[in-house]
């Protein structure tokens, strides 16, 4: 077992099992995906730290709990279509492919886009598509999605998000009225004109810069 491994089965073991993510697909996902080949070369040696670390453009790759966290909390079958906003640097979305069927991804930074495109198809992630602009009004060509995932903190759900939901499925997201400081939220849409919603926990994301999120200047 390498070096790697070695630190990624313990940071499945202490950082996500230890603190409650049960789900067997997830915990199977965090242990096959090499998480410090999504980091600068400079920072592998923290790359199963417990938190997230900085991938430039002032952007973060989350904390590994946080990523299975979010995943597990979509209730997936697997095999479903999902989609991702903010790939960063890729890696959640990688963990997702392993446990969906096929993961639409949006980053609204080109750098990142292109880096994590790259990136994904070098480790074979053929089920990855990402694409470059505004996640806050979602990927309405390929809607309805089996789950969505926000990976930055928005002041308010967006709309246009929880209308591409599929009837039974969730979203995930981090709400909050300051940039730095939200509370995870799970909407599921339970039948075609009726949503649910309850607070899943407390976290801190980068912001959702976009239409339906934060503006640009701040
Ligand atoms: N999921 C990422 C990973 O595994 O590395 C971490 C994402 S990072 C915490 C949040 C990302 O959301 C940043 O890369 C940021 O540029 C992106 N972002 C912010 N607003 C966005 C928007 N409206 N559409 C798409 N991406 C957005």
Redesign the pocket.
């Known amino acids: 077992m390498s070096k790697y491994e070695k630190q990624r089965e313990r940071m499945v073991k202490y950082q996500v099992e230890g603190r409650g993510v049960h789900s067997d697909v997830v915990l199977a996902a965090m242990r096959k995906v090499p998480r410090e080949q ?1 980091i600068p070369e400079y920072e592998r040696a923290y790359a199963y730290n417990d938190g ?1 670390l900085p ?1 430039g ?1 002032g ?4 904390q590994p709990f946080v ?1 299975a966290f979010m995943i597990e909390a979509l209730k997936l079958d697997g095999g479903e279509k999902v989609l ?10 990688a963990v997702l492919a392993e446990v969906a069927g096929d993961v639409y991804t ?4 080109p750098d ?1 886009a292109e880096r994590s495109t790259q990136l994904l198809a070098q480790l074979g992630y053929d089920n990855v598509h990402v694409r470059c ?4 009004l979602g990927w309405p060509e390929q809607a309805p999605f089996g789950g969505i995932v926000v ?2 903190g928005g002041p308010d759900v967006p709309v246009s998000l929880r209308e591409q939901l599929a009837v039974g499925a969730s979203l995930v997201i981090p709400v909050g009225d300051t940039k730095s400081y939200q509370e995870l939220r799970r909407v599921t849409r339970v039948a075609e004109d009726d949503y649910e919603s309850e607070t899943l926990t407390a976290v801190r ?6 239409e339906q ?1 934060w503006p640009t200047e701040y």
């Open positions: 999504f997230p991938i453009e952007q973060t790759i989350s990523v991702e906003i903010g790939t960063g640097s890729g890696y959640a979305a949006i980053e609204r930074l990142l602009g505004d996640g806050t990976t930055a994301f980068v912001p959702l810069v976009g999120g």
